[in-house]
């Protein structure tokens, strides 16, 4: 069984920046494609960005290319997701997920086997 708890959303003013941390215990995160997705009220849940297993290739949605940045520690068993230059269209609950062992850079939520409960991030104007 694997757990992930996110951290690090929070309030912030359009223009600044957050990082959000995704831990896991129970297993390692080290040989699995990890993602970040957001859900924002009335709207599909959808991948902002995600990183295979070797950290060789990232897939990041059109809206936070050059913002956003996803990486990991596999020391830490961490994945994080700096968010740069937030814009009130950022506001969402954000979740991580574990992808597959030895995985790619999926979009597609059906390649997510475990999930975190998620850390609002709001985006002030």
């Known amino acids: 069984q694997v757990q992930l708890v996110e951290s690090g959303g929070g309030l912030v003013q359009a223009g600044g920046s957050l990082r959000l941390s995704c831990t896991a215990s129970g297993r390692t995160l080290s040989s699995y494609a990890m993602g970040w997705f957001r859900q924002a009220p009335g709207k599909e849940r959808e991948c902002v960005v995600a990183?295979?297993?070797?950290?060789?290739?990232?897939y990041y949605t059109d809206s936070v290319k050059g913002r956003f940045t996803i990486s990991r520690s596999n020391a830490k068993n961490t994945v994080y997701l700096q968010m740069n230059s937030l814009k009130p269209e950022d506001t969402a609950l954000y979740y991580c997920?574990?992808?597959?062992?030895?995985?790619?850079?999926?979009?597609?939520?059906?390649?997510?086997?475990?999930w975190g409960q998620g850390t609002q991030v709001t985006v002030s104007s």
């Open positions: 997920a574990r992808g597959r062992l030895r995985g790619g850079s999926s979009y597609y939520t059906g390649a997510y086997d475990y």
């Open positions: 990183i295979s297993w070797d950290d060789s290739s990232t």
